[in-house]
């Protein structure tokens, strides 16, 4: 309208027409900065409203990432997460401390095979692609191996990583170390056994050990009044009866753990009294060597369980050496030193007392054999009670599992070093009394 009333003021060259053209245009002019500033505005608000809900969530996103770090970061659960070709996204501290294998070492790398048991692979490839396909795992326990070849225990719990799609691009999970678990419930369902293992030698085991006296009694008897063929039959039957009194009294031993009166004795006199028995018991295929102290060596013990160990050792000496060899028991009050098989592996199991301090004044006996030695797979499991590699009717079991019994009662410990080919040697160590026998 300005525009024409303009034309007209021009063509009549009127002041009035011209004047009021001037302020049309003015006012449209106005009127469109008006409305241009306001949606410019409006536009400004929605924008600086939208970046601040962005910048609100960013920090949200950056706290609860932040959170979740921390939560992976101090769990004590191996935490992992892998992408469709089993390349390390995630690999957690508790993870490092689990395997061995740092996160610096795998992230974005295959997981190593090795940490998979080679009959397990198989399985491991089918739980993964179960997973990829949308199933989840909940605790199923299964086999893995750490950076230097140790056996863990774990329990699985896996689920997939779903992307923006919907569909798997990996896998997030969680392996909890069951291995300590696993070897508690072990020593509980032991420690039941030897409790059912109590009651059966409380019961019968007493009665039977004198039954087996009697007889023996009756035996000596016979042997005194025979001679030739039929004594040494009469021999043979007085070594199988002692042979049981001696099982009646191991079982006895570990059914009464502790229970028995200790009182001060010179281990160099124990070892001299049970000598003579010992070489009975070991036959003469096995030569028996004593190196002892002239000073008398004080320990403050139940003397019967102290001879026992000692028959023990003697005997598992004799079953590691199946053509014969020889069997060395040293006492001293330092360490004596074990034969020198230099070049060779040693592998060394503390049964009792890691946790005791080796004292100067200990009194140390050690039982040493040129056997074939044990392997290092089975070296720990020796003094639990019935484990032997023995054929069945020729061990029970029970020998190794009561020398740990007397050592944990006099509150030493105890020592086992072993080379394969080489020998076998077993280190007592007991605190010296200061108090001499009476």
């Known amino acids: 309208a300005a525009f024409v009333i303009g034309i007209a003021a021009i063509a009549s060259g009127s002041p009035f027409l011209l004047l009021m053209t001037l302020a049309g245009v003015s006012a449209f002019t106005l009127a469109l900065n008006w409305r241009v500033t306001s949606r410019l505005s409006a536009l400004l608000a929605a924008a600086e409203s939208e970046l601040r809900e962005r910048t609100a969530a960013e920090a949200r996103l950056r706290e609860t990432s932040e959170i979740l770090s921390a939560i992976l970061m101090s769990s004590p659960v191996a935490t992992q997460a892998f992408d469709r070709d089993c390349r390390v996204l995630v690999w957690n501290p508790a993870s490092e401390r689990t395997f061995g294998w740092t996160a610096e070492e795998l992230i974005g790398r295959p997981l190593p ?28 326990r299964v086999r893995r191996l750490t950076k230097n070849g140790e056996e863990r225990w774990v329990d699985i719990y896996a689920a997939p990583l779903v992307g923006p799609d919907g569909t798997a691009i990996g896998i997030a999970g969680q392996l909890v170390d069951v291995t300590e678990r696993i070897r508690i419930e072990a020593d509980l369902l032991q420690a039941q056994k030897m409790g059912a293992v109590g009651l059966l030698a409380s019961g019968i085991a007493h009665d039977f050990n004198n039954t087996l006296t009697g007889a023996r009694g009756f035996a000596e008897v016979i042997r005194g009044s025979t001679t030739g063929r039929v004594r040494g039959d009469v021999l043979t039957l007085i070594e199988a009866l002692d042979r049981g009194r001696l099982l009646t009294r191991q079982l006895l031993d570990l059914a009464r753990r502790g229970d028995g009166a200790r009182r001060t004795v010179d281990v160099r006199q124990a070892v001299i009294g049970v000598e003579p028995l010992i070489r009975r018991l070991i036959g003469d295929s096995v030569e028996v060597e004593l190196d002892l102290l002239r000073d008398p060596l004080h320990v403050n013990v139940q003397i019967d369980q102290l001879e026992q160990a000692l028959i023990n050792l003697a005997i598992n000496g004799r079953d590691a050496m199946p053509d014969g060899g020889r069997l ?25 007392g890691a946790d ?20 290092p797979m089975i070296l720990a499991s020796v003094f639990e009670p019935f484990f032997t590699t023995k054929p069945v009717g020729s ?5 190794l599992a009561m020398v740990r019994g007397f050592v944990e009662t006099a509150e030493g410990s105890l020592t ?13 160590r007991l605190p010296r009394s200061t108090i001499t026998e009476s």
């Open 328 to 352: 060395r028991i040293a006492v001293g009050a330092v360490a004596t030193q074990p034969p020198d098989v230099s070049g060779e592996e040693a592998h060394t199991i503390i049964a009792v």
């Open 416 to 428: 086992v070093t072993s080379r394969v080919g080489i020998g076998t040697t077993f280190s007592i």
């Open 395 to 399: 061990g029970t079991g029970l020998g």
């Open 356 to 375: 005791r301090p080796a004292l100067t004044d200990d009194v140390e006996i050690r039982v040493s054999d040129d056997g074939v030695g044990i392997e």
């Open 113 to 140: 095979e090795a940490m998979i048991p080679l009959e397990d692979r198989e399985g491991s490839r089918e739980r993964i692609l179960r997973t990829l396909a949308g199933s989840t795992t909940n605790g199923e």
